[in-house]
Each structure stands twice: as C-alpha cells, then as structure tokens.
C-alpha cells in the first residue's frame, strides 16, 4: 500500500520488518529493491536484487529492475539485453516494453520504439506520458494522423502545454494550419 500511495520511506520500512520476520520472503526482498530505487537508493537495491537473483535465477523481474538500473546509469546496450532477457520469458511485460520503447527511442531506431511503446499502449491507454511519447515517434516517422488520434482525446481538459504544442505540430504536419 505504500509503494501505490508514493510513500517508499515506509515501504522499506515494512518490507525490512517482513524480510525480518522471513528472510525467504521474495516477495518483500523485490519489493524494497524496488522501493530503494524509488527513494534513488540503487546501490541499496543492488543487494537486494542479488539476494532474489540467488534465489529465482532467470527472473524477468530481476532483470527489467536491473535494466532499469543500467538505464539510469546510462547503459543503454546492458539494458535493452536484460530487456531481451525479460521480454523471451514474459513476452507481454509492460513495464519492460515501456523501458524498451523508451530506450529505441532515445537510440532513434523509431521503428522498433513504434512497436514496444505500441504493445505497452495497447495495454494501458490511459497513461499520458506514454501516449506522449508514442505520438511523438509517429511524428519522427512522419505519421501525423497517428499521433493526433493518440492526443486529440487528451487535449480537451488538459493545460499540458507539451501535448497541445505536440498536437499542433502534427496537425501542422498534416498541413491543417487552422
């Protein structure tokens, strides 16, 4: 409850206290992983994610945590490999194709973050960032049609001002001036 309420101070706390109570529980060990590296803790998650590695060799989840690890350590070739590694195993993982879209994207190989960051939208099309950043490849791949269908919903009751300049580059890109 803590981790969805945005409070990974006490999470840790709780998770510490059930590791305490079991130290086999994995559970709680990924849980204060990922809490610590909420809280920008990585080389405090670091053990952790040992200590479940040991435990659940292969782990996809184990690997999209430390993908995103090398992510923010700016790794992106050792990331997108433990993303390979997660995605072989749960081919549908969310977080992982948002992490590998994400990545392609930076990288500039559009096509191939069009697909991840499609297969993520597929699953939450609520999220706003993600459908920014979705949008935002198809006008790099010159698709003005697809990106004003993913914000024009988003713009009626929004002062997101990166979505409505998104949205006019596009109708603008489509040569709707108006």
Known sequence: ????????????????????????????????????????????????????????????????????????????????????QALRVVPGHYQSQVLYGTIKYIQGKLETANEYLTLAYQQNPDHPQLAKLLAATKLLLKQPEAAIELLSPRARDTRDVQLLSMLASAYAMKGDYD
């Open 1 to 84: 409850l803590h981790d969805r309420k945005n409070n990974p101070e006490q999470a840790v706390a709780d998770y510490t206290r059930a590791i305490e109570l079991d130290p086999r529980n994995l559970e709680a060990l990924i849980g204060r992983a990922t809490a610590l590296m909420n809280l920008g803790l990585d080389d405090k998650a670091e053990s952790d994610l040992k200590a479940y590695e040991t435990a659940q060799p292969g782990s996809p989840v184990a690997a999209y945590l430390r993908a995103m690890l090398a992510f923010r350590a700016n790794d992106l070739d050792a990331a997108i490999g433990l993303l390979d």
